[in-house]
């Protein structure tokens, strides 16, 4: 619940959550799906519907997973002295960044289809399997990145806090490599449109991914215990 409501009342989150409906309502504008019909005919609508659902996941879960634990602070000092495991608060943290993920995502779906118009049941599908594998993909590499590099965040838009260059270049191919499944089921779907062969790859790609997810658990339980010292130096130096 604190969590939950932690990121609810981050301004960054709520800036964040906007930016995939703008970038819908300004292709819309700017008629820049029929640019992708054009170039990519009956399989527009899964890239541009997924393109903006993926998108949405990426900026929720990767911004606040790649530093689980930045905007912490010396609340963190709190965390280690409680009754509670560690552990239990970044399982914690990783529930609440993908649901919120999840649920962006979503919005960002039905957004699009009843703001566009378009898009097939299997479009659909396609997209929310596409983001069933993408968030558990993103929360690995988050954790890894949350304890290797953690950075101490400010909680208001005064302030641009950065990742380090390697932090964030790391990020990048966990981000490239999630989406990539999705990008190449689509991309051999072209011609027929996304269907039921589509989802049941996709399907099975998503099961591996939380398989890895879930089977990478006690390593990063491991290293939290190891480096929680570390963390706390890092997201309480001023």
């Not at 541009?48 to 993926?54: D, F, Q, R």
């Not at 898009?119 to 983001?131: N, Q």
């Not at 380090?164 to 990008?183: F, I």
């Not at 339980?221 to 190891?226: D, T, V, W």
Request: proline fraction near 3%; glycine fraction near 10%.
């Amino acid at each position: 619940t604190k969590e939950a409501v932690d990121l609810w009342h981050n301004p960054r989150a709520r800036l964040l959550a906007v930016v995939p409906f703008l970038l819908g309502i300004l292709l819309k504008l700017l008629s820049g799906r029929d640019l992708f019909v054009f170039f990519l005919g009956n399989g527009a609508d899964a890239w541009v519907m997924g393109g903006l659902a993926m998108y949405a996941a990426i900026v929720m879960a990767s911004t606040f997973s790649q530093n689980a634990f930045g905007y912490d602070g010396h609340g963190l000092a709190a965390f280690l002295s409680a009754p509670v495991s560690l552990h239990a608060v970044l399982r914690a943290k990783n529930t609440v960044h993908g649901l919120a993920a999840v649920g962006l995502a979503l919005l960002s779906m039905i957004f699009y289809r009843v703001y566009f118009g378009t898009g097939t049941v299997w479009d659909m599908v396609c997209t929310l399997l596409g983001v069933a594998l993408l968030v558990p993909a993103l929360l690995v590499v988050g954790n890894g990145l949350s304890l290797f590099f953690p950075v101490k965040f400010h909680a208001d838009l005064k302030r641009r806090d950065r990742l380090p260059l390697l932090a964030s270049m790391l990020g990048v191919v966990g981000v490239s490599l999630a989406s990539a499944p999705w990008a190449l089921v689509l991309r051999a779907a072209e011609k027929t449109g996304v269907g039921l062969t589509s989802a049941l790859w996709l399907a099975v790609v998503a099961l591996s991914t939380w398989g890895v997810f879930f089977a990478a658990w006690p390593v990063t339980r491991g290293l939290l215990e190891a480096r929680r010292e570390a963390v706390l130096k890092a997201v309480t130096r001023d």
